[in-house]
């Protein structure tokens, strides 16, 4: 089916799998029900990709999401990344995680880690060790760091419309930009551009709340959160790695739980208050031109304020500064992203046995939702595949 907009006038079109959305998480869908033989198509409203896809940093985050539900998922997440990326043409720009370590209360916490289910495969090194494997690390005050091979990260501006191309190009997927779903009943869909009949269909309505199935998101608690990202101008070091450092192990799912958490909270409540307030945590990947994408911060709104508060920007720079060796911290580009969260890190809901919404709302879309569609497909089409938690 070709991109553009399909005139009115075409009557009904009948696929095997329709997915409203066409976000990371709908693509995810769409993949997984390609793979298993569906005629599928995406109805995206958009005419271009513009939402919480591609304002984030593409990186799939493994090491420190939370085990029982979002570890497994992103651990097979990027399974399918690392196959799918060279067939969409692209380019894994860097692999792996270094989470530098500037406080012992937060050494402490690595060390619980370590010992625990979700360090295969990690390294904890002492300071002096990783600033000289890692020299984009700033060596003042770094006492350790710990070092994952499992992510990888992608340029999230190119990664939906390639991914397009790729289900279009190459697995016969139809996507019909620039399209509204108005309704969605047992069988069919009521779009701008006319009726679609689908056997089974799948919600992925990302940051829209109200639309289609609203009262479910309400009940889940479903609200929405701000993100302020920076774009550095081009450094003279390059990083194989994604970086993270301490006010990440009071956020992440995998690290919140460990024993020595308290004490390291209680010390950045003393010192970097500010930050904690609004949800900062550092996040530093490199894009191909040299240049780093920066975060971020967490709001939550209803909408959220779409006004941002230039000490935020202040706030996460200074963490990348005392973090990353930086050669220059001139901010090249600002942004706000926008995703949704709730009590729970998915969504998925069957208002009908032929229709789910689904829903990543951790704000691990990028690292989860593969693994999702292939389990939401695979039980909506009695082929199930569940991710589950190791033992």
């Known amino acids: 089916m070709s991109g553009a907009n399909p005139p009115a006038d075409r009557g009904v079109r009948a696929f095997d799998l329709a997915v409203v959305g066409g976000g990371i998480v709908g693509i995810a869908h769409a993949l997984a029900g390609a793979k298993a033989g569906l005629k599928t198509v995406v109805v995206e409203r958009d005419r271009a990709a513009n939402g919480a896809s591609i304002r984030n940093f593409g990186f799939v985050t493994v090491t420190g999401q939370a085990f029982r539900e979002v570890w497994p998922r992103a651990r097979r997440t990027r399974e399918i990344w690392a196959d799918l990326a060279p067939r969409a043409g692209l380019a894994v720009l860097h692999r792996g995680l270094v989470l530098a370590a500037h406080r012992p209360e937060a050494v402490a916490v690595l060390e619980a880690f370590m010992d625990g289910p979700t360090a295969h495969g990690c390294e904890l090194l002492p300071g002096r060790e990783a600033a000289a494997r890692f020299p984009m690390l700033r060596a003042e005050r770094l006492n350790a760091a710990l070092v994952s091979p499992h992510e990888l990260r992608i340029e999230a501006r190119e990664a939906i419309p390639r991914l397009w191309a790729h289900l279009e190009r ?48 309400a009940q889940a608690r479903v609200r929405l959160c701000r993100l302020h990202m920076l774009r550095l101008a081009p450094q003279a070091f390059r990083m194989p790695s994604a970086v993270m450092a301490d006010l990440s192990l009071v956020r992440y799912g995998g690290y919140t739980d460990l024993p020595p958490v308290p004490a390291l909270r209680a010390r950045l409540e003393a010192e970097v208050g500010a930050s904690l307030a609004h949800g900062i945590h550092l996040i530093a990947v490199q894009s191909a031109d040299g240049s780093l994408v920066v975060g971020d911060s967490h709001h939550d709104g209803d909408p959220p304020s779409p006004f941002a508060a230039d000490e935020v920007d ?60 292939e389990e939401v497909i695979g039980e909506l089409t009695g082929k199930s595949r569940h991710a589950g938690a190791p033992a």
């Open 170 to 217: 190459d697995l016969g997927v139809g996507v019909m930009r620039g399209v509204a779903v108005h309704a969605v009943a047992p069988g069919r869909l009521a779009t701008s551009a006319g009726e679609i009949r689908a056997e089974h269909i799948v919600v992925a309505p990302g940051p829209d709340l109200r639309t289609l199935f609203g009262e479910i998101m």
């Open 314 to 373: 202040r706030l996460i720079l200074g963490h990348a500064q005392e973090t990353l060796a930086l050669t220059s911290s001139e901010v090249v580009e600002r942004w706000l992203g926008v995703y949704p969260t709730a009590d729970e890190p998915f969504l998925i809901a069957r208002p009908h046995p032929t229709i789910r919404l689904a829903m990543v709302t951790c704000g691990a879309g990028m690292s989860t939702a593969f693994a999702l569609g």
